[in-house]
């Protein structure tokens, strides 16, 4: 059996020793199947919760996770059909089961009963990836141009995320915005928010670098909470009216109540960072209530979010090169990861 490098998570337990680097056998692609070279996969909040056991739905011991993945077509099954080798594509990782009551009623982001690359099946921290049948006849394998580079090819998946949050939040022509967090998946929202026509986004963030990206990528104000009272300057910029709508892109419990005081009325606040679950957050409902706001949450995406993520980066609306800080190969995972763990780099890519 041929063999390939690849990062094997053994187990949620004993962080960071649950995982390394080895070889595994190479997959055999089937006559319904993708084998997939991988070219580029980000690491990803989440990875930081699955690698530290805080998630564990749908991850396998001794599995390859990562889930925003792009690469080229290694080989096709004789029964696929509209696919070839040497083709350069991105994965929608999140299958959805179509049938349950959440598919049914047009939310298929929160199948009830969803499959996923990196998490039921191996993700894109190896050098070959499986892409099994479901994913393909679900159409979850999206072709790129060839001046879309594996990076961005691999984060259309976050941003297809981030498309699902605007829609949640209800972004549009003429709002004032608050992102809380400048990370990629705040940037995202910035850019996002400034594409649906937000008049003005503020950004807040504690890292000096990400505030300048933000700046670049156009915050008409970015503030340091560290230095800066938060509530003092949202009211500043908005005559005194609070923001239209909030994107909370770092999911801190304790910030919740305190972000939910600088929409304005009739404004919406959207908990889009993954939360810890069961930590509790303590909130003053008389703001909901008293100023009729909106408060909603956002999880994973709609396959139509994804298509129209990777039609936005097929024709350069969106810069998602300028959010990639560091490359690493899977032989330094373990070098990359500990910067993400850090939070001093900003998006990283495995590259193999």
């Given at each position: 059996m041929e063999k390939m490098k690849a990062v094997v998570l053994h187990g949620p337990n004993n962080y960071p020793d649950n995982f390394e680097v080895m070889?595994?056998?190479?997959?055999?692609?089937?006559?319904?199947?993708?084998?997939?070279?991988?070219?580029?996969?980000?690491l990803c909040g989440t990875d930081k919760r699955i690698f530290t056991g805080a998630k564990t739905k749908g991850v396998r011991p001794d599995s390859v996770v990562?889930?925003?993945?792009?690469?080229v077509i290694e080989q096709v099954g004789k029964n696929v059909?509209?696919?070839?080798?040497?083709?350069?594509v991105a994965i929608a990782n999140v299958i959805p089961c179509g049938h349950c009551p959440a598919c049914l009623s047009g939310r298929e982001n929160a199948c009830m009963d969803r499959k996923a690359i990196g998490y039921e099946f191996n993700g894109g921290f190896e050098e070959y990836v499986l892409v099994p049948e479901i994913c393909i006849t679900s159409g979850n394998v999206v072709k790129l141009p060839d001046d879309v580079s594996f990076e961005a090819g691999a984060l259309i998946e976050p941003l297809a995320c981030c498309i699902r949050g605007l829609k949640n939040t209800g972004t549009g022509f003429n709002d004032t915005v608050l992102i809380i967090g400048a990370g990629p998946i705040g940037l995202m929202h910035l850019e996002l928010s400034l594409i649906a026509g937000a008049k003005k986004v503020i950004v807040s963030e504690l890292d000096a670098g990400k505030r300048e990206l933000a700046k670049k990528l156009g915050a008409a104000r970015v503030i340091d909470s560290a230095n800066e009272d938060l509530a003092k300057v949202v009211m500043e910029e908005t005559n005194g009216e609070g923001v239209d709508r909030i994107v909370m892109a770092i999911g801190v419990n304790a910030l919740v109540n305190q972000i939910l005081g600088l929409a304005k009325k009739g404004g919406t606040v959207c908990l889009f960072a993954g939360f810890p679950?069961?930590?509790?957050s303590e909130i003053d409902p008389s703001i909901i209530h008293y100023n009729e706001l909106n408060v909603t949450g956002s999880t994973a995406y709609k396959r139509s979010d994804y298509l129209q993520a990777a039609d936005m980066v097929r024709t350069k609306k969106i810069d998602l090169d300028a959010i990639v800080s560091d490359t690493f190969t899977l032989d330094e995972f373990k070098e990359a990861f500990a910067l993400h763990m850090a939070g001093t780099g900003l998006k990283i890519v495995i590259k193999p």
């Open positions: 070889q595994i056998d190479k997959p055999v692609c089937g006559d319904n199947e993708i084998l997939l070279k991988m070219e580029a996969a980000a990562g889930h925003e993945i792009c690469g059909s509209g696919y070839a080798a040497g083709e350069r679950k069961g930590r509790i």
